[in-house]
């Protein structure tokens, strides 16, 4: 009897959905050409993730769908990353206006997963005003829009949850009661967006990085690469801090850092030795 039973397949093979003996569902999302697995998550769909580090563009489009809403209100850069050497960035914010809405995530179908717990966003944020300064994060500033259609449906405000460095790590939730309610109303579909406003600060730009949308009772696995090479440059887990492995000229794994709130911090380091001949 098999352990699991594919439920979602890619067109190149790649098991996209399996569910166990128990029906409960774990979901993969490939990247870089469809060659390596960017989210992981256990007890969800696979059309209720998303994962886009910002790092891989096929063309000039990101694989994971994200897009600005109008035509160049967001941007991909190299100004500023969370990790690996890109981010997304807005355009500026003036006072009293907002950044443009960012597609994140598309045709989440309403399941019975997401009416059971919920949908859960995370994302790394850092508002910064035109001389690069870091500016804080104020409460309800960071938003996020469910819309089915062209009909907004739900929004949101995100929370900031820690800080490290220049970067906020910040979270928001479309809650089991708003997903029941959809469903209710016969909603099957939806798309989320996100989008900052300016309520008080002088003009800033909107960095976001290392975006994450998954069922609020799953487990997840995040992974970022280096394009060129295909390293693992950062891991996340369901904090949403990042692994961060370094590596010598030869490509071997020679330190581990984590993230926290008080910085990034080594935890291992591998010493490569080689006995000499006789």
Known sequence: IAATYNQVQSPHGQALQTNNLFNVPSAHKYGYDQN???LSA???????????SF??????TLESGVTAEQPNSWSLQGVAAHT????YRSILVNNTGNSGKLVIATDIRVTDKLTEGGETIKLWISNRDIDGNTLNLLPN???LTASNGNQDIAIVSMQAVARVGKWFLVEGHFTKNMLQAWSNNGVEK???KLWTENIGQDPFFTYVDDIVVHPTESSVTARVYDPVTFRTI?????THFAVLPQYDSEGKLVRQRVETEKGIKTVKEVYHHITPRP
Do not use: H, M
């Not at 790092?55 to 000039?60: C, D, F, M, P, R």
């Not at 690996?84 to 981010?87: E, I, L, S, T, Y």
């Not at 950062?234 to 369901?238: H, L, P, R, S, Y």
């Open 84 to 87: 690996g050497a890109q981010g």
């Open 141 to 143: 500033s960071v938003k």
């Open 55 to 60: 790092e891989y563009e096929e063309g000039a």
């Open 36 to 38: 390596l697995v960017v």
């Open 234 to 238: 950062a891991t996340f887990g369901d």
């Open 42 to 52: 256990n007890n969800a769909e696979f059309d209720a993730i998303n994962f886009e």
């Open 190 to 192: 939806f798309t989320i």
